[in-house]
């Protein structure tokens, strides 16, 4: 059973960065692609970043371009999301997901394995 933990959610103000991770266990290494979505208000659960198994491919929503970073290390079973630049339209659960292959994929469909999420809030 995969177990995704996500951790460093909080709130700050606009403008300011944040780092949020994700901890797995049971199915991990590098044969599985990971990814982070969001909910905000009144908005449903949406793509923010994935990263391919060997963590050479990475992609991410054009809102987050430029801003956030997305990187994982297979050794530690663990991935990243750096976000800078925050706006409060950032606001969300952030939810760190396991897809089925080594291939990146956008939607929530193509994931078996969910966290518990991570509540940022950004100020303005």
């Known amino acids: 059973q995969v177990r995704l933990v996500e951790s460093g959610g909080g709130l700050v103000q606009s403008g300011n960065s944040l780092r949020v991770s994700c901890a797995a266990s049971?199915?991990?290494?590098?044969?599985?692609?990971m990814a982070w979505f969001r909910q905000g208000p009144r908005r449903g659960r949406e793509f923010v970043a994935a990263i391919s198994g060997s963590g050479t491919d990475t992609d991410y929503t054009d809102s987050v371009k430029g801003r956030f970073t997305i990187s994982r290390d297979n050794a530690k079973n663990t991935m990243s999301l750096q976000m800078n630049s925050l706006k409060p339209e950032d606001t969300g659960v952030y939810y760190c997901?396991?897809?089925?292959?080594?291939?990146?994929?956008?939607?929530?469909?193509?994931?078996?394995?969910w966290g518990q999420g991570t509540q940022v809030t950004v100020s303005s």
């Open positions: 997901a396991q897809g089925r292959s080594h291939y990146i994929r956008h939607m929530r469909s193509d994931y078996d394995f």
């Open positions: 049971g199915r991990t290494g590098s044969m599985y692609a």
